[in-house]
């Protein structure tokens, strides 16, 4: 089966949703992306940053907390935040507060809500993340994360959004 | 205008039906705001409305040629509004090509455990 990217809609003015399908069945990706161990070899985002801290107590009222550091300068940011629903291979649903460390910027001050949904068929996983922002500024910030740098950019409305908000890569 | 209102004004234009039509139209060639209304059975004031929130996002311009001023595509904020959304997507797939490779590890191992 021809496997497809990731794509990302936004159904609304403060969510956005990624989707993608995994040729395994769903209890291998949910282990994926709830063991910290696993978790820390994939989620790492691009090229240059480690993940140093990925602590995962995933129940419901349970923490998570993950932090990245450049290798290059050593700057950090990361993310934590509380499972409110968990459902082994079906479902997770967390807050999920942006912790903008050494780097600066800002996805506002409530935390977004994120629900991942895991369905299986005919051996293939297929995986939906929607966060929803409490704000749609803040959605736009953190999608234009990570827009500052590793691309040669024309755009002098790029230029706009930066000297306006300073925003900085999110490496999920 | 900044990239966010931009963005907005670019995805507004594009929420309406009639609006991605006339796009799809301009595509072709440039047109009058009759030609443009004639597929449409709509009045010419209610495509001039159209037009005005499709030339706000910059999605469209106005020539001048004699007489006419003829309706033009205008692809930038189009292509803007892509990028935006690409670059995000690339982040993820990268990390998503990397939980790939894992799961393929995870699976032989447990292959290997069924056989062992």
């Not at chain 1, 070899?41 to 993940?51: H, K, Y």
């Not at chain 2, 039906?17 to 449409?40: D, K, Q, Y």
């Not at chain 2, 001039?48 to 033009?72: F, M, N, W, Y």
Request: charged content about 30%; some cysteine.
């Amino acid at each position: 089966m021809q496997q497809q990217g990731a794509q990302v809609s936004m159904p609304n003015d403060r969510e956005v949703e990624v989707t993608r399908t995994f040729r395994a069945p769903r209890t291998l990706v949910y282990e994926a992306y709830t063991k910290p161990e696993l978790v820390q070899q994939w989620l790492l985002g691009p090229p240059g940053w480690t993940m140093p801290v990925c602590e995962m107590d995933v129940r419901v009222g349970g923490r998570f907390r993950w932090r990245w550091r450049s290798e290059e300068d050593g700057k950090e940011f990361g993310f934590e935040g509380e499972y409110l629903d968990v459902q082994p291979a079906t479902l997770l649903r967390n807050t999920e507060s942006f912790d903008s460390g050494d780097i600066g910027g800002s996805m506002g001050e409530k935390p977004a809500m994120v629900t991942v949904r895991f369905h299986e068929r005919n051996g293939t996983t297929t995986l939906t993340t929607l966060i929803e922002y409490a704000s749609k500024q803040d959605r736009d910030a953190a999608v234009s994360t990570g827009m500052t740098d590793g691309m040669e950019s024309s755009y002098k409305l790029l230029d706009d959004v930066l000297a306006e908000r300073p925003v900085q890569r999110k490496p999920i | 205008m900044k990239l966010n209102e931009q963005l907005d004004a670019t995805f507004f234009a594009l929420s309406d039906p009639t609006r991605r039509a006339i796009l799809g139209r301009l595509a072709e060639g440039e047109a009058s705001v009759s030609e443009l209304a004639a597929p449409f059975r709509m009045s010419q004031p209610a495509i001039s409305k159209h037009l005005k929130v499709l030339e706000r996002a910059g999605l469209v311009s106005v020539g001048q040629d004699g007489q006419r001023r003829p309706r033009r595509l205008e692809t930038e904020p189009l292509a803007a509004a892509t990028e935006w959304i690409e670059h995000y997507r690339e982040v993820w797939e990268t990390n998503f090509q990397r939980l790939d490779e894992l799961l393929e590890e995870l699976q032989t191992r447990d292959h290997a455990r069924e056989d062992g």
